[in-house]
C-alpha cells in the first residue's frame, strides 16, 4: 500500500519510496526558544506528529528530529532584556515548549538537537563550505557564495535574477552579492559566541538545521517538514549548503503545512491576536485543538475561532459518545450472542476507506469524516436487537485505534478523586523540597496528562481541572 506526498520541490504528489526499507528518516524545523510558543507554532507540531504516527500505523520505523534553536539574536535580545543568560532562558522555554506541546499529545522526537550542543559540527561543516569555494570570510563574518550553487531557487520556484532584484546589503555586511547569506556571524561586544576559524561569533540561522540534520540523520533524509513561512529562504538556504557540502540530494521530500489565520484574520502582535499555546490550553481541551487542526487538509491555511472550536468539541463528543454508548451495551446487555459477519466486513472497509485517505497526502479531514462514518453505522447498529460482544468491541476498536493514528485520545482517563490529587500534590511539594526535581516533573506531567492544570503561588500549589 504505497503513501503518496505533495512534494513542495516538485509540486506534486509523489509515491513515497524511502531510502531504507521500513525506515523514515524526518527533519522538523523548530522553534527559537526566546519565549512560549505561539498557535500558529503548534500547527506543524500536530500535523508532522500525526504523518510520524502514520508511518508507524504502516509498520515504518521513523527517525524523528526536531531542533531547538537556542542561540541567536532574538534569544540575545530576550536575554539583555530580562537581564538573563541566553542558556537560561534557553532551557526555560525549551522545558515549557515540551509541556505546551505534550498537552496536545505530541510524543517527543528521537533526536532533539540543539544549536550550542552542536557547535563543532556547525563548524566544521561552515568550514567545508570554505574549503569548496562555496563560502568566503568577510571581515569576520562568513557569507555563502548563492551563485555558487546553480540550483538555487529550485524549492521555492524563484529565479536567481528575480531573488536579486529585492536583495540588498545590510547596514556593516560585507557580501560579494547581495543574495549571498550568512553562515557565521562575528559576535559583538558581551555577546554570547564560541570560537571560530574567522572570529568569535555564533552560526547564521539556516546553517543550524544543515548541519543537525546530516550528524542525526545523515547526508540525504527522507523527509523535510516545517511551516509554509519555511520555504524560503530558511528550507532554500538549507537545500544549497547541504547539496554543495554534501555533493548529495538533501531531501527527497519537502512537506510545508499551511498558515493560521485568527477571527479570519493573520495572526500578529499588532493586531491583538497573537495567541499563545500556554493561555489556549487552559482555556480549551488540548485534545480539542488537536482535532480542530486535523479537521482541515494540512496544505491549506486553517482559520483559529472560538466557533470552530466550539463545533470541532462538539464533533469529538459525537465520536467519544459512540464509543460510551458501545461500552454501555456492552456492560449492560445480557444478550450478546448473535454474530453479523456483514458487520465486521463494513469495519474493514471502513478502515480501508481511511487508510485510503491518509495514504493520499496524509488527508486527515477526510480520515475523521471516515470516523465519523464509522460512529453513525455504530449507532445503527445498536438499535439492532441482536447484538454481539465482538461486533461492538470490533467497533470500539476501530474508533479507538483510527484516533489514535491522529493522535486523539477517545478512551477517557479513569478520574481522579479529589483527595488522590491533593496526595499527589504534597508528594510534588515533598520532592521539590528534597531537590528530586524528575519525580515532580513526573507528577506534574502525569496530572497533566489527565487533565489537572498544577498553578505554583506564593499561597502554595492550587490545581483545577482542565
Request: glycine content about 6%; overall charge negative; proline content about 3%.
Amino acid at each position: 500500500m504505497s503513501i503518496k506526498i505533495y512534494n513542495t520541490l516538485t509540486r506534486q504528489k509523489e509515491t513515497f519510496q524511502p531510502i531504507e526499507e521500513g525506515k523514515v528518516k524526518m527533519y522538523v524545523c523548530g522553534p527559537t526558544v526566546y519565549n512560549y510558543i505561539h498557535i500558529g507554532n503548534a500547527r506543524p507540531a500536530i500535523v508532522f506528529d500525526t504523518v510520524r504516527r502514520y508511518f508507524e500505523y504502516q509498520g515504518y520505523e521513523v527517525e524523528y528530529a526536531l531542533n531547538f534553536t537556542d542561540v541567536d539574536d532574538k534569544l540575545i535580545k530576550a536575554a539583555n532584556e530580562m537581564n538573563e543568560e541566553v542558556p537560561d532562558i534557553a532551557e526555560r522555554f525549551i522545558k515549557a515548549y515540551k509541556e505546551d506541546v505534550g498537552a496536545f499529545g505530541i510524543r517527543e522526537a528521537v533526536h532533539h538537537p540543539r544549536v550550542t550542543e552542536n557547535m563543532d559540527e556547525i563548524i566544521e561543516f561552515i568550514q567545508t563550505l570554505v574549503d569548496k569555494g562555496h563560502a568566503y570570510e568577510s571581515g569576520g563574518d562568513v557569507y555563502f557564495r548563492t551563485r555558487s550553487f546553480d540550483s538555487y531557487g529550485k524549492l521555492s520556484h524563484q529565479s536567481i535574477d528575480e531573488l536579486r532584484s529585492g536583495a540588498r546589503i545590510e547596514v556593516g555586511e560585507k557580501k560579494e552579492d547581495p543574495i549571498d547569506f550568512t553562515l557565521w556571524k562575528s559576535a559583538k561586544d558581551n555577546e554570547i559566541s564560541w570560537e571560530s576559524p574567522w572570529s568569535k561569533g555564533r552560526p547564521g540561522w539556516h546553517i543550524e538545521c544543515s548541519a543537525m540534520a546530516k550528524k542525526y540523520l545523515g547526508d540525504t533524509i527522507d523527509i523535510h517538514a516545517g511551516g509554509q513561512d519555511l520555504t524560503f529562504p530558511h528550507h532554500e538556504n538549507e537545500i544549497a549548503q547541504s547539496e554543495a557540502c554534501n555533493d548529495k540530494t538533501f531531501a527527497n521530500y519537502w512537506m510545508h503545512n499551511g498558515y493560521i489565520n485568527i477571527e479570519n484574520e493573520k495572526m500578529s502582535k499588532s493586531l491583538g491576536n497573537f495567541v499563545l499555546v500556554n493561555d489556549i490550553i487552559k482555556q480549551h481541551d488540548p485534545q480539542v485543538i488537536r482535532f480542530f487542526m486535523l479537521t482541515v487538509h494540512y496544505r491549506h491555511p486553517i482559520n483559529f475561532s472560538e466557533a470552530l472550536l466550539q463545533g470541532a468539541k462538539s464533533s469529538l463528543e459525537r465520536i467519544k459518545n459512540a464509543h460510551q454508548n458501545l461500552e454501555h451495551r456492552k456492560q449492560s446487555s445480557t444478550n450478546l450472542n448473535g454474530k453479523d459477519e456483514e458487520w465486521l466486513t463494513k469495519l474493514e472497509e471502513f478502515k480501508q476507506r481511511f487508510m485510503d485517505e491518509m495514504n493520499d497526502d496524509f488527508n486527515t479531514a477526510n480520515a475523521i469524516s471516515v470516523l465519523f462514518d464509522i460512529t453513525k453505522e455504530a449507532n445503527v447498529y445498536l438499535q439492532s436487537s441482536h447484538t454481539s460482544q465482538e461486533v461492538i468491541e470490533a467497533f470500539q476498536k476501530a474508533i479507538v485505534d483510527l484516533a489514535g493514528v491522529l493522535g486523539v485520545q477517545i478512551e477517557e482517563a479513569d478520574e481522579l478523586l479529589d483527595d488522590e490529587i491533593d496526595a499527589l500534590i504534597q508528594e510534588r511539594i515533598d520532592a521539590r523540597k528534597n531537590r528530586d526535581f524528575q519525580r515532580a516533573d513526573e507528577i506534574r506531567d502525569n496530572l497533566k496528562e489527565r487533565n489537572i492544570i498544577l498553578e505554583d503561588t506564593p499561597q502554595g500549589t492550587r490545581w483545577k481541572r482542565g
